[in-house]
């Protein structure tokens, strides 16, 4: 019932957003390099998932205000399985902010979700372009090509997934049975 009050206000908020201008993206770069880097000699799986759970905050966290505020609903719109309402908080968001990658990748996964493959892409690319260690874009783009049956495109981006965390769960998607990576 929350979410139907997140959506009815939303609904009146382009002439409120797009008023204002989306201001820069906080700068998390120096944040995100220290993450990879810890990230790429993380001793075990459990330290591997806290570190990518200190990139996923860094991702989350929108330009301002009104910004987080499509974002958290637009995601809560999703875990509702509401994927139309999702699309729509996540397009103003885009719309609003359209250099913040993390807009672009909830978008493309509400896509991915609602099986509209071939417009989830772009989003991911864009994603990608804006932030280009993005695991989650990354692997969501590898997801997408797989689900489109395009197996030589999903590898790539798996690769490119596992060059970034060797700990990655895409990795499974690399291996050639009866050899170990």
Known sequence: MKHLFLVAAFCALPSLAFAQVCPANKPIGNMLDRLHLQLLSA????????ITQGLWDQWL??????????LNTGMALRLDMDLAGA??????????CPNYAEGHNQRAFVRYLAGQF????????RA???????????SGKGLTHMALGQMD?????FAKSVALNPWSPEKRYLQ??????
């Open 43 to 50: 001793p075990t799986p459990q330290v591997a998932q806290a």
């Open 61 to 70: 966290r929108a330009p301002d205000g009104l910004s987080q505020d499509m």
């Open 87 to 96: 699309d729509r908080a996540l397009t103003q968001l885009v719309e609003y």
């Open 118 to 125: 071939e417009l989830a892409l772009p989003d991911l690319e």
């Open 128 to 138: 990608i372009a804006l932030r280009p260690r993005h695991l989650g874009a990354i």
């Open 153 to 157: 495109l999903a590898r790539i981006e």
């Open 176 to 181: 050639i049975p009866g050899e170990e990576l």
